[in-house]
């Protein structure tokens, strides 16, 4: 391959990789702007519009007709989770042009508090789909298939979380069109 033709990068047939650590332009131009994308979610009512936005999935699911309460509660469950994998770990940048790239191979997990782990924004994170998974089993009555449902959905949301995976990539479920 010709090294001076731009292009897709290189990378290994594995399915796992881990996204390597920023370059020092980097660092510096995301110290240089704050980043208002990952800063929201420290403002005040942040963290009330998820449990907000449980509460408006259980009332939807459970006004559907012919729907039990164990599948409004699973629904309720996979969809807060679906979202909010979508939202905190597949998007990999900002959406908004203020920051001029600075945070395109980071998603928004990563970006939350400049990537500190356990921070109270982290923790209120990782605690919130856990606490829907419980909630979502004991109302479903502990049956077997709706916790098998409810505990993959909230292992698809925890993993990624924890410190471990910090900036670790599953390939074939990359955001990054450049990836694929």
């Known amino acids: ?3 001076g033709k731009k292009g897709r990068r290189r990378r290994s047939s594995s399915l796992l990789y881990q996204e390597p650590p920023e370059s020092m332009e980097h660092m510096s131009d995301q110290s240089a702007l704050p980043n208002l994308n990952a800063d929201w979610v420290n403002a005040k009512g942040a963290w ?3 449990i907000v936005l449980i ?3 259980k009332i939807l699911f ?3 007709p012919g729907v039990s309460q164990e599948t409004s509660w699973t629904l309720t469950n996979i969809t807060y ?3 909010s994998y979508l939202m905190f770990h597949w998007v990999q940048g900002v959406p908004f042009e203020f920051n001029a790239g600075a945070y395109d191979n980071l998603n928004m997990w990563e970006q939350i508090d ?3 782990q356990y921070t109270p924004a982290k923790k209120f994170l990782l605690i919130v789909p856990i606490l829907l998974f419980l909630l979502s089993t004991h109302y479903t009555h502990y049956d077997f298939i709706y916790f098998m449902i409810n505990f993959l959905a909230v292992l698809g949301v925890v993993i990624p979380k924890l410190p ?3 900036r670790l990539r ?3 479920l990359s955001g990054n069109p450049d990836d694929r």
């Open 48 to 50: 009330t519009i998820h």
């Open 114 to 116: 400049n990537g500190d």
């Open 81 to 83: 989770m679906f979202g």
């Open 164 to 166: 471990w995976s910090h």
């Open 1 to 3: 391959m010709n090294d």
């Open 62 to 64: 459970d006004i559907i």
């Open 170 to 172: 599953v390939g074939f």
């Open 55 to 57: 509460i408006a999935l």
